[in-house]
Nanobody, 120 residues
Framework: QVQLVESGGGLVQPAGSLRLSCAAS????????MGWYRQAPGKQRELVAT???????NYADSVKGRFTISRDNAMNTVFLRMNTLKPEDTAAYYC??????????????WGQGTQVTVSS
């Protein structure tokens, strides 16, 4: 059974920081590009950042220079360090695993989401 379990969300003041974690189980972690997406109320889910098994990263323009995605393949965990948070970063943040290696169909999995609220 595949599970992506996010943690680390919460309420933070503008200009503050948070670190999200996503622990994966039930997958061969190195076969997957890992990512973070977010969805604010009334808006579509959008890409925040992705990281390949080779640690190549990609970021949405809105978070470049403020957010850092990383992964620990030994721990099957992906992280999102968020600095200089803004109210517009308020959203539910979702972990994503997209299979890019290995046999069979290319599976995609989602976590249950963790809420980040940036407010004074």
């Amino acid at each position: 059974q595949v599970q992506l379990v996010e943690s680390g969300g919460g309420l933070v003041q503008p200009a503050g920081s948070l670190r999200l974690s996503c622990a994966a189980s039930g997958i061969i972690f190195r076969f997957y590009t890992m990512g973070w997406y977010r969805q604010a109320p009334g808006k579509q889910r959008e890409l925040v950042a992705t990281i390949t098994n080779g640690h190549t990263t990609n970021y949405a323009d809105s978070v470049k220079g403020r957010f850092t995605i990383s992964r620990d393949n030994a721990m099957n965990t992906v992280f999102l360090r968020m600095n200089t948070l803004k109210p517009e970063d308020t959203a539910a943040y979702y972990c994503n695993a997209a299979q890019v290696l290995g046999p069979g169909p290319r599976n995609t999995y989602w976590g249950q989401g963790t809420q980040v609220t940036v407010s004074s």
